[in-house]
Nanobody, 115 residues
């Protein structure tokens, strides 16, 4: 059974950067598309970015140009590079993998952007 674990969340100041990781264990992610979501405090979980198994990347308008999703197949890991962070980027970040008849979620990692 493939399991996802997010990491890299932290408390940062506005304008700083973070790189989040979504690491898979128990299997690889080559046959999965992987999405990154954000859930702000008291808010809903919103899709931010996707990397398809074919290598295509897609971004929501709110993060396009600031966030970049990438995957390292040798490490079974998908990354979310986040630049120029603002307080509105605060929330719990989740990755979701879809493929091989499965939909998998990680437990999330916390990002707080505050001065």
């Amino acid at each position: 059974q493939v399991r996802l674990v997010e990491s890299g969340g932290d408390l940062v100041q506005p304008g700083e950067s973070l790189r989040l990781s979504c690491a898979a264990s128990g299997g690889g992610l080559a046959n999965f598309s992987v999405d990154w979501y954000r859930q702000p405090p008291g808010g809903q979980r919103d899709l931010l970015a996707t990397t398809t198994k074919g290598g295509r990347e897609m971004y929501m308008v709110s993060v396009k140009g600031r966030f970049t999703v990438s995957r390292d197949t040798t490490r079974n890991t998908v990354y979310l590079q986040m630049n120029d962070l603002t307080p509105s980027d605060t929330g719990v970040y989740y990755c979701k993998a879809v493929g091989e008849g499965m939909e998998l979620w990680g437990e999330g990692t916390h990002v707080t952007v505050s001065s």
